[in-house]
């Protein structure tokens, strides 16, 4: 699928995460985007730009912003839980899954060619760990819709520039990079991420061209913001 930038009508899933913020504002700051809609639970404030348009939606109800679909290219979907471990696993498996399934779903009956992903490196249907193993089954399920263009994108540690989940958080972000040294050759795909080079990636690669399925990891996102 080769399309000029203002051919590209994107619909958006996960627009107020942290990654979906970034990704946003990048392609906000394009300017040559035929439409962009933006769907949640809760508007985003301070959008003044002709070609976005936003509806408010139950992401567990399809039939709520099925109809919003239409005409569109591209969708992107960055919806997530912040913190697994916070929450029970069928809550986890509700966001992380079920509701990105159904908006995949939804958004290939509506005529979308290209679907991108917000995932995480490591993932693996049939792993141990739960979360990598939901995710896994979930691009599973994603490659048998057939879009023209699937793209996953694998970051590891996605490293903001506020602490937003205490503790925790706080360590890893001051440990991680200090690790990028040691994660080299085969390595590399867990070195941590800027969360704006993310978002970046995220928006700039809906105009690269790419194969019907792609993984992309530290290095793709790098070379997609060049």
């Known amino acids: ?14 627009a107020s995460g942290a990654v979906g913020t970034e990704t946003l ?6 300017k040559n985007i035929k439409q962009l809609t933006l769907l949640g639970r809760t508007p985003i404030s301070n959008i003044n730009v002709d070609f976005v348009q936003q509806y408010k939606i139950s992401i567990s109800d399809t039939s709520s912003y099925q109809k919003y679909l239409q005409g569109h290219t591209t969708a992107i979907c960055t919806l997530g839980v912040g913190e697994p471990s916070k929450m029970s696993k069928e809550e986890f498996v509700k966001i992380d899954k079920i509701a990105v399934l159904d908006f995949a779903t939804a958004c290939k009956k509506a005529g979308v060619k290209h679907f991108e992903l ?23 399920e994603l490659k048998l819709l057939n ?14 520039p506020t602490n937003r989940y205490g503790i925790t958080q706080a360590i890893t972000l001051k440990v991680w990079p200090l690790l990028k040294p ?9 070195r941590g991420i800027m969360v704006n080079v993310l978002g970046q990636a995220m928006a700039k690669n809906i105009f690269n061209k790419g194969g019907a399925y792609e993984i992309l990891q530290w290095d793709e996102f790098y070379s997609i913001i060049k």
């Open 147 to 160: 879009f023209e263009r699937l793209s996953i994108f694998q970051p590891s540690m996605i490293l903001t």
């Open 182 to 190: 040691l994660l080299i050759g085969s390595l590399r795909k867990y």
């Open 25 to 30: 504002n990048t392609l906000l700051q394009l």
């Open 1 to 14: 699928m080769t399309l000029k930038p203002d051919q590209l009508s994107i619909v958006m899933l996960g």
């Open 118 to 140: 917000l995932a995480s490196v490591g993932i693996n249907s049939k792993s141990t760990s739960f979360y990598l193993r939901s995710k896994g089954e979930l691009v599973e």
